[in-house]
């Protein structure tokens, strides 16, 4: 029971990333090793910002006066589900804006893409476990994809992950893991567009994303803090030319990033689960120089031992 | 262990399914024009060396050498030539002649899009100071050109009317020699690409490649090495196809060169060069006199305000001299000139403001679609390219003689291009402001153009495009003037026009394109 309601704070990232949108920074992740226990089920929201002045241009770092501080803020709703003791249902979807602090451009709204992905513990030796995920997304509305201010890509993704996890008795904790997301072509709203060469169509091809990132910090029941770093990158895509616009979806983008995050239960809140994340982008290739900060509330509940009961 | 079994076999399934969903997933992208068959002419025009060209005159001679005879030693080595390329065609050339076979025109106009795509990017500024791309320096950033609208509208018209003038000019000679193609004289042999009974000296190819590369190496001079290639491919790959002879792609070769000259002489001479003016000339567009402006000789109160440049730094407006521009159809653009708006305290105006406002606040996403579809801004092949790949999708299916498509295609950019002239000159006079010059509440959607409002480009270069389109296209008027629609309210849409810069705008185009009817009635074609 201590170790799963970690896992719930710790799931909150995920929501945290998934909502990014990929301007700012990309990649969807589940990154614990920590399993909620069957039949128990967890929810919450999730409140983040992401802001950068400054982007990479290809590998050129600049700013822009027209467009000033891009901003992303969101609200991520998020559920998590024991099927079994060893394998968990997750789902989230974000409400997202973005908006440009200087110019006239427009920023966007709406739902993003709904995310749901089976967590699966293969293999359990002493501290050491070895965790399978994998998932998909797909958008919820029909939100603009091509738009310098968009608030997701349209793609359709589907992920899996491998990961290595160890958490010993004094609270110690490091994660290694790899991810490899495929993602689907979108349509977008024009009859040509230019990449590295100009394209007849109203299609575009979107790489795929790889990423990967280490954890590591201490946990204890009433806190914990974990500090990471992860490097993002798509498996194609092309740069953005000097002084055009952005492309995001269709962009080739690096990102590495650290970050810390932090959790605290409230005890006469019935242990509601506060969590707190830090994140920034040290270096990058047609993405922003982003700071990112969330902040989480989540609450677990155990249907498991409230049927035991209805049932006596 | 049967559970874990159970739950094993749900995530596997699940994993499975989703993968499948996602990616049905190839990640080719089939573009427009990729599947374009070999043009089969039914019609092949024989009158077209009676047709009215553009540029070139009745009086212009073109010294062409008079062909071999079809049974001379020279030809007759000349087609044991021929038949030896078509029998070692190599796979690239199929590949050539499997692409340029779709017709010499449509490909080319193609090309040009690209390439106008490619050059659309404006310069960044460099402590506060915006470069002017350089014809005489054009590897040095900013890259030359800057193909923006205007620029654009102009390429596509030279290189389009250079390939009519340069096909015209090749009719006659063909009608004069009528000397046969390879496969009419050799029975024996069957060439890869569709026969026609139009006689083969010159090639139409090898004329229009030539025609084309003349004109457009100017327009786009960091690409003279790709177009080079392309050039070459489009000349010889009736030689590999069986379907030209050495000195058909020759004479054809040097006629285009000798039309080309003539299209280069009046582009050199239309006033391009001045369009960009000097910061002298941008300040004293900004400070004229606000309440008194002279229009067609008269001393008129025509602006309360003037338009500003949004950008930061300040933004330089746009090619504010197009409007000088050596038109085709009329004599000068004041002949065309749209009245003055009212002035921006005119309660008509300041509701028009409003409206937008509302407009902007409360955009659907069947809105944002319509303004995204028509933005065709940065990076992309402008409007003018826009009308040019709805007249291609439509000109395709067809069939016509290439001789045909470039008179069409050279009457359409002509009229694209008088459209950015009498746009041009509009904007310059009345220095009209834009909605977020009104009101800075007003957000776009679409990249805000650094020039005044009134009228909108767009609308204007489709007002045109459609009206002349329907002429050819009767029985499509209703969908075309719908686009041409759609185009013009896009810019209200995108946050960028107010309604009258839409609506006169799209006056003034269809009033452009009239006369382009009005031409295409008198040079003997329809």
């Given at each position: 029971?201590?170790?799963?309601?970690?896992?719930?704070?710790?799931?909150?990232?995920?929501?945290?990333?998934?909502?990014?949108?990929?301007?700012?920074?990309?990649?969807?992740?589940?990154?614990?090793?920590?399993?909620?226990?069957?039949?128990?089920?967890?929810?919450?929201?999730?409140?983040?910002?992401?802001?950068?002045?400054?982007?990479?241009?290809?590998?050129?770092?600049?700013?822009?006066?027209?467009?000033?501080?891009?901003?992303?803020?969101?609200?991520?709703?998020?559920?998590?589900?024991?099927?079994?003791?060893?394998?968990?249902?997750?789902?989230?979807?974000?409400?997202?804006?973005?908006?440009?602090?200087?110019?006239?451009?427009a920023g966007m709204s709406g739902f993003q893409d709904l995310t749901v992905a089976l967590k699966y513990k293969a293999l359990k030796m002493n501290d050491?476990?070895?965790?399978?995920?994998?998932?998909?997304?797909?958008?919820?509305?029909?939100?603009?994809?091509?738009?310098?201010?968009?608030?997701?890509?349209?793609?359709?993704?589907?992920?899996?992950?491998?990961?290595?996890?160890?958490l010993n008795s004094k609270g110690f904790t490091a994660t290694a893991q790899g991810m490899y997301t495929l993602r689907s072509n979108i349509k977008i709203d024009a009859t040509n567009y230019y990449t590295d060469k100009n394209v007849f169509s109203d299609e575009v091809a979107i790489a795929d994303v790889a990423n990967f990132s280490f954890r590591t910090g201490y946990y204890t029941h009433r806190i914990a803090g974990e500090a990471y770093i992860e490097q993002t990158k798509t498996l194609g895509g092309f740069d953005i030319r000097r002084n055009d616009m952005m492309f995001p979806a269709a962009n080739k983008m690096i990102a590495t990033r650290v970050g810390f995050t932090g959790f605290y239960r409230i005890k006469p809140l019935h242990?509601?689960?506060?969590?707190?994340?830090?994140?920034?982008?040290?270096?990058?290739?047609?993405?922003?120089?982003?700071?990112?900060?969330?902040?989480?509330?989540?609450?677990?509940?155990?249907?498991?031992?409230?049927?035991?009961?209805?049932?006596? | 262990m049967k559970k874990l079994n159970n739950n094993i076999t749900y995530f596997f399934i699940c994993a499975a399914v989703i993968t499948v969903f996602t990616l049905g997933c190839n990640k080719d992208i089939t573009e427009v024009g990729s599947d374009w068959q070999a043009l089969s002419v039914t019609k092949i025009d024989t009158t077209a060396s009676n047709?009215?060209?553009?540029?070139?005159?009745?009086?212009?001679?073109?010294?062409?050498a008079v062909p071999d005879a079809t049974n001379s030693a020279a030809y007759?080595?000349?087609?044991?030539?021929?038949?030896?390329?078509?029998?070692?065609?190599?796979?690239?050339?199929?590949?050539?002649?499997?692409?340029?076979?779709?017709?010499?025109?449509?490909?080319?106009?193609?090309?040009?899009?690209?390439?106008?795509?490619?050059?659309?990017?404006?310069?960044?500024?460099?402590?506060?100071?915006?470069?002017?791309?350089?014809?005489?320096?054009?590897?040095?950033?900013?890259?030359?050109?800057?193909?923006?609208?205007?620029?654009?509208?102009?390429?596509?018209?030279?290189?389009?009317?250079?390939?009519?003038?340069?096909?015209?000019?090749?009719?006659?000679?063909?009608?004069?020699?009528?000397?046969?193609?390879?496969?009419?004289?050799?029975?024996?042999?069957?060439?890869?690409?569709?026969?026609?009974?139009?006689?083969?000296?010159?090639?139409?190819?090898?004329?229009?490649?030539?025609?084309?590369f003349e004109v457009i190496k100017n327009l786009f001079p960091t690409e003279i090495d790709f177009l080079t290639k392309k050039a070459e491919e489009c000349r010889r790959y009736k030689y590999w196809a069986g379907a030209a002879?050495?000195?058909?792609?020759?004479?054809?070769?040097?006629?285009?060169?000798?039309?080309?000259?003539?299209?280069?002489?009046?582009?050199?001479?239309?006033?391009?060069?001045?369009?960009?003016?000097?910061?002298?000339?941008?300040?004293?567009?900004?400070?004229?006199?606000?309440?008194?402006?002279?229009?067609?000789?008269?001393e008129t109160l025509i602006a309360d305000r003037s338009w500003y440049s949004e950008e930061t730094p300040k933004r330089p407006p746009m090619l504010p001299f197009f409007g000088n521009v050596k038109a085709w159809f009329f004599a000068k653009a004041a002949d065309v000139r749209m009245p003055a708006p009212p002035l921006s305290t005119a309660p008509e105006i300041q509701d028009q403001v409003k409206e937008l406002y509302e407009i902007t606040s409360n955009l659907t996403r069947e809105q944002m679609q319509i303004a995204l579809f028509w933005a065709d801004g940065v990076g992309t092949q402008t409007p003018p390219g826009h009308w040019n790949a709805i007249a291609c999708g439509y000109f395709q299916p067809l069939q016509m003689s290439e001789v045909r498509t470039a008179r069409n295609l050279a009457l359409l950019n002509m009229a694209l291009m008088d459209a950015a002239i009498t746009c041009w000159d509009i904007k310059n006079t009345y220095y009209f402001l834009r909605p977020s010059n009104f009101d800075k509440r007003i957000k776009t959607i679409?990249?805000?153009?650094?020039?005044?409002?009134?009228t909108s480009g767009h609308s204007t270069f489709s007002g045109a495009a459609a009206t002349f389109l329907s002429y050819l296209l009767p029985s499509?008027?209703?969908?075309?003037?719908?686009?041409?629609?759609?185009?013009?309210?896009?810019?209200?849409?995108?946050?960028?026009?107010?309604?009258?810069?839409?609506?006169?705008?799209?006056q003034s185009g269809q009033k452009i394109g009239q006369l382009a009817i009005d031409r295409a009635k008198t040079d003997g074609v329809d």
């Open positions: 029971m201590k170790k799963y309601t970690h896992s719930i704070i710790k799931r909150m990232l995920f929501i945290l990333l998934c909502a990014s949108m990929p301007s700012f920074s990309f990649s969807q992740t589940l990154n614990d090793g920590i399993f909620m226990p069957k039949n128990n089920f967890c929810g919450g929201f999730l409140l983040m910002q992401d802001k950068f002045e400054n982007y990479w241009e290809g590998t050129t770092q600049r700013n822009n006066l027209n467009m000033g501080t891009m901003t992303m803020n969101g609200i991520g709703v998020m559920a998590n589900y024991g099927i079994s003791d060893n394998l968990n249902v997750i789902a989230s979807v974000p409400f997202v804006k973005t908006q440009a602090s200087a110019g006239v451009m050491l476990s070895a965790n399978i995920i994998v998932g998909g997304s797909i958008p919820t509305s029909d939100y603009v994809a091509a738009y310098p201010l968009a608030i997701g890509n349209q793609s359709k993704t589907a992920f899996g992950r491998a990961m290595l996890h160890y242990d509601l689960q506060v969590v707190a994340n830090v994140a920034y982008t040290l270096s990058g290739r047609n993405v922003g120089q982003a700071t990112s900060v969330a902040l989480g509330f989540m609450m677990a509940f155990d249907w498991r031992k409230k049927a035991v009961t209805e049932s006596k | 047709w009215k060209p553009c540029v070139i005159t009745a009086n212009d001679v073109f010294n062409i007759q080595k000349e087609l044991a030539d021929v038949k030896t390329a078509l029998a070692n065609q190599t796979a690239a050339q199929k590949e050539i002649i499997r692409y340029w076979s779709a017709g010499a025109v449509l490909r080319w106009n193609e090309i040009m899009r690209a390439l106008v795509a490619k050059y659309n990017l404006p310069p960044q500024d460099s402590a506060g100071v915006y470069p002017i791309p350089s014809a005489a320096n054009p590897f040095a950033y900013p890259q030359f050109p800057f193909s923006n609208p205007p620029y654009a509208a102009r390429s596509y018209a030279y290189v389009s009317v250079a390939q009519y003038d340069a096909l015209v000019a090749a009719y006659k000679l063909k009608m004069q020699y009528k000397r046969p193609a390879p496969y009419k004289v050799d029975a024996g042999l069957t060439p890869s690409v569709p026969k026609t009974d139009l006689p083969s000296y010159p090639s139409e190819d090898a004329v229009i490649a030539t025609a084309t002879t050495a000195s058909d792609i020759a004479a054809g070769d040097s006629l285009g060169k000798a039309v080309a000259a003539k299209i280069m002489a009046r582009a050199r001479t239309d006033n391009m060069s001045l369009a960009v003016g000097n910061q002298a000339k941008w300040d004293s567009l900004a400070n004229r006199p606000t309440f008194a402006r002279t229009v067609n000789g008269k679409t990249g805000l153009p650094n020039f005044p409002g009134y499509e008027k209703s969908k075309l003037e719908d686009m041409a629609k759609d185009a013009s309210v896009s810019r209200q849409y995108g946050g960028i026009h107010l309604r009258i810069d839409c609506e006169v705008g799209l």
